[in-house]
C-alpha cells in the first residue's frame, strides 16, 4: 500500500476515538505538521505549513483542536498502541519500560512547571516532568502511558488548579506512584504482564517494587549503593516468640554477627572471580560488554523494625574492569533460573525508552508546546506520540535498516506566502514605492517655491491596509 494511503488510514483509525468526526482534519492536520521539517513544531507554524493559503484559520482550529477540545488521551494511545504493537515481535520477549522526562521553561504559569530536577539539564531547575510508560521488543518500542507530575504547590492551590484545567480527581501522587497507576491501568485493559524496568529513581523505592509484585510483574530496577541486603548465607533470625498478647511478632531479628550490608560494600568483598564479561547489542560502532556478577539476597527493608523477612531475589552488579567501584546495581524478581545474560541483556533494555524521548523532542516536537493548561499539554503529548508510533510502525515493517522513514511525507505542501507575517513579529514598514514623496532635487538643479508654502508629504490612502494578527 502506499504510504501516503496507509497514513490517511491511521488516521482514520485515530479519529474514531475522538468522538466527533469533525476533529479529523485536526487531527491530521496536526500530525502531518508533526511530521515536517519545521524548526519549531507549536501550533502557528505548523498551520502556516499545513495550509498557507488560509493559515490564521487554520491557527485556530489547530489551536482549538490541541488546546480546548475534549477528547480522550489514554482513548487515542490505546488505538496508537493497537496499530503499532501487532507489528513488533515479542519472540525474544517483551518490556515495560518506565521513566521520566523533563520541559525546561520559564516562568510559573505553565501546568505542573517548578523548581526540580531536570534530567534534560542534569541539574535542580524551573521545569516540568511527566512519567510515561513504553512497551518495548528488541527492535523497537511505543509510550504507551503519559501523564504530567504535578508537584504539591500545584496540587494545593486551588486558584492554580483551576486556572491550569487540572481535573479534580487528580491529586499529588510521587512518580512512582503515577508509573503503578499506568500500569494498573494497562493491565486493566488486558495487557499483558511484561518485565518492568526502570531506573534508580523508582527502584529504591520499596513500595514500588512490592507495587510490581504485587501486580504480579517482574521486574529488574536499577538502586543506589546504599541499598541494604542480607548477603548470601546470611539469614536474620526468626522473629521473637510470639508472648500470646498482641499482635505477633514479624521483625527479623539481627545481632552483632548477623547483620545486614550495603551493596556496594557487599560488592567490594567479592573477589574477581565472581565477575564475568557479557555483551548485550551492538552499539554504534562496537558491541557493547561489560563486568557484571549476579548474586542472591534477600532487600533488608527499611532500619527501623518494620521490615519482614522478604524473599530472595537477584543483585545484579555492573563494575566496568578499571574503575575503582562499582558503577551500577539492580534488583531483579526474574526467576532464580535466569542465566547472567538475561539480566544484563534486560538491566541495559531501558535505553529503548531514552531512544523514544530522544526522537519524540528532536524530531516531533514533544517539547515545542507553547500553552500553559493540563488539557493542551497531554494533547500534544498524545499527537506527538501517534506520529511516532506511524513512523515506528513503518520501521519495524521495513526492518530495522530502513532510512528516511521521519520525513515521509513528501506531498507538495505549498509554500509560505512571502508576505505571511507570523503572529507576535514586529510590524513591517509600509512599502516605500507607493507613497508620493517630493522627490529631493538633484545637486546643482534650484526648485522653485511659493513665498510661505510649505513642502508636504502627499501619501495615496488606498496604499495604506491594516493588517491584524
Sequence with gaps: ????????????????????????????????????????????????????????????????????????????????????????????????????????KKGAHSVGVTRQYC??????????????????????????????????????????????GIPEDIEFATKPQIALQQLRDLLGDGAPRH?????????????????????????????TSAVVVWPPGVEPLPPKPYSGMGRPPVVPRRTAKRQPVNVKTLAQGLPDSAFQNISWREGTNERLTGRFAA??????????????????????????????????YYLSTLPETAALNDLVRAAHMRWRIERDYQDLKQDLGLGHYEGRGWRGFHHHASLSIAAYGFLMAQRLKAGSDASGKKNFIDRQVPAVPKDYVPRGSPARATSRGKLHHNV????????????????ALQLDKSAFTFVTQ
Design 295 to 328: 548474586l542472591r539476597v534477600r532487600c533488608a527493608g527499611s532500619n527501623v523494625g518494620k521490615a519482614r523477612l522478604l524473599p530472595q531475589q537477584w543483585l545484579l552488579i555492573e563494575w566496568p574492569a578499571g574503575q575503582a567501584e562499582p558503577e551500577k
Design 440 to 455: 529631493a532635487p538633484p545637486t546643482g538643479r534650484r526648485t522653485r517655491k511659493r513665498p510661505g508654502a510649505l513642502s
Design 1 to 104: 500500500m502506499d504510504i501516503s494511503k496507509e497514513y490517511e488510514h491511521y488516521m482514520t483509525h485515530l479519529a474514531e476515538g475522538l468522538g466527533h468526526a469533525d476533529r479529523h482534519s485536526g487531527l491530521s492536520g496536526y500530525c502531518t505538521g508533526l511530521m515536517l521539517p519545521l524548526s519549531r513544531k507549536s501550533v502557528e507554524p505548523m498551520a502556516a505549513r499545513v495550509d498557507p493559503l488560509h493559515a490564521s484559520a487554520r491557527h485556530q482550529s489547530l489551536h482549538h483542536f490541541v488546546a480546548k477540545a475534549q477528547w480522550s488521551d489514554p482513548e487515542l494511545l490505546r488505538r496508537v498502541a493497537q496499530w503499532v504493537v501487532p507489528v513488533m515481535d515479542f519472540s525474544a520477549g517483551g518490556w515495560w519500560i518506565i521513566d521520566d522526562t523533563g520541559f525546561p
Design 119 to 164: 534530567g534534560v539539564l542534569g541539574k535542580q531547575d524551573n521545569c516540568q516532568v511527566a512519567v510515561s510508560i513504553s512497551l518495548a521488543c528488541e527492535e523497537g518500542s511505543l509510550p504507551v502511558a503519559w501523564q504530567l507530575y504535578l508537584p504539591h504547590n500545584w496540587a494545593e492551590d486551588a486558584v492554580r488548579r483551576k486556572k491550569a
Design 195 to 223: 518485565c518492568v524496568l526502570a531506573d534508580a529513581g523508582y527502584g529504591i523505592d520499596y513500595a514500588f517494587r512490592q507495587g510490581l509484585t504485587d501486580l504480579g510483574l517482574d521486574y529488574v530496577v536499577g538502586i
